[in-house]
């Protein structure tokens, strides 16, 4: 079980102020979060490092939360910056690892509906949702989306180009 | 286990923060647009119409459009430095549209009408305007991107153009303490250059400085 949005905001709050059991604890907890978070929206071998940037961003920029806000939002904007940045950097990794299993998290259902990163990608225009999902999170090559989407090799590149910075530009957006 | 190692350090190296209030780093840029303003007023002087206590209504119109634009735009700014899914600062969109009715007018009187003042085609006084008001945003710019490195924003080349946007008009409001025109044409087209360019060098410069 992930801990709900008041166990986040006051373990935030006391790590704000420096109590390291409950920064302990809240690390803990975010890195659950964050792993259902990026499942099926990252390569499974790039899912690791994911976690552990947005962890060490979480960190650095720990006063940036305002504890007179909801903590999951905070969270996930965070997390949505570092995983545009993360899909821009994956070109081709190989299957070697299958997708774990998640559950839904019955707690938060509508917080993380909101906050998802299904909805933000619903966002952008289809074809360029599915390039990103194709080369950037299955790993497919650029021959094997074109082929597969009837894009050509050249508008698939410019379809993920302009569909990264369109992401990375609704970071925020609910 | 990796994580739990990182985790580990990330605790060791815990300190206390205080967590960044938007009202402070408001208060931040109003209070170098000021010193911006008594600078431009100390060393370029006052206009005489309002050292004698007459200003001329388009003194304010202008002034307050700057004004509005400058400080919607500069509230947008400082709230990206707290970043959240569900975060909208459109405020500085309606802000915008208000002193777009300045170079707007400008056209639309430029097809009926030749320029009455012909200062406007002087292109000494457009670079002094532009410059001066340029250097003014740029301090107000530099508060705005030290606060944002503080924070965490997500959405690097909005922050840009607002930067840039927000402090051009500020330091646009600081020089019309100098300014002596009042021409529509001259306001229509040196301040909303003086603006677009700090909005583009913005956009240009202010996303590498804010990357994390």
């Not at chain 1, 390039?131 to 021959?143: A, Q």
């Not at chain 2, 309606?94 to 292109?123: E, G, Q, Y």
């Not at chain 2, 305007?129 to 606060?147: D, F, H, K, P, R």
Request: charged share 20%; proline share 4%.
């Amino acid at each position: 079980m992930i801990a709900s949005e008041e166990t986040f905001r006051r373990l935030m709050t006391k790590a704000q102020a420096g109590d390291k059991l409950c920064y302990s604890s809240l690390l803990t907890e975010c890195e659950k979060w964050l792993r259902r978070y990026y499942a099926h929206k990252i390569n499974p071998a790039a899912i690791d490092d994911l976690v552990q940037e947005t962890l060490i961003s979480l960190h650095r920029k720990r006063a940036s939360y305002d504890p007179a806000r909801p903590f999951l939002p905070w969270l996930a904007a965070i997390g949505r910056y570092r995983w545009i940045d993360s899909l821009r950097k994956i070109y081709r990794h190989e299957h070697d690892q299958l997708y774990e299993e998640m559950a839904a998290d019955p707690q938060d259902e509508t917080v993380a509906a909101k906050v998802s990163l299904e909805r933000l990608l619903d966002r952008i225009p289809p074809k360029q949702a599915e390039v990103i999902s194709l080369v950037k999170i299955e790993g497919l090559s650029i021959l094997e989306a074109s082929a597969k989407t009837g894009q050509s090799e050249s508008l698939v590149k410019v379809n993920i180009h302009r569909g990264l910075k369109k992401l990375s530009s609704m970071v925020e957006t609910e | 286990m990796m994580s739990d190692m990182m985790i580990n350090r990330l605790v060791e190296d815990l300190t206390p923060v205080k967590p960044l209030k938007n009202r402070n780093g408001f208060a931040l840029t109003l209070a170098v647009a000021a010193v911006v303003a008594v600078l431009v007023a100390l060393l370029a002087g006052v206009r005489g119409d309002l050292l004698m206590g007459m200003p001329h209504p388009m003194f304010f119109l202008r002034g307050g459009a700057l004004l509005l634009l400058g400080l919607t735009s500069s509230y947008a700014v400082i709230a990206m430095s707290q970043p959240a899914v569900g975060n909208s600062f459109k405020g500085w969109i309606w802000a915008l549209a208000a002193a777009l009715l300045f170079p707007a007018t400008a056209a639309v009187m430029a097809m009926m009408t030749r320029p009455d003042d012909m200062a406007i085609l002087v292109a000494r006084y457009g670079v002094e305007c532009l410059t001066v008001s340029m250097l003014a945003g740029l301090g107000i710019a530099a508060a705005q991107v030290l606060w944002l490195r503080r924070g965490a924003p997500v959405a690097l080349e909005r922050a840009g153009w607002l930067v840039g946007m927000s402090s051009g008009a500020l330091g646009a409001a600081a020089y019309g303490l100098h300014c002596p025109f009042n021409s529509i044409f001259y306001i229509g087209l040196w301040y909303s250059l003086a603006v677009a360019l700090c909005a583009i060098a913005g956009r240009l410069l202010v996303p590498r400085l804010i990357r994390w």
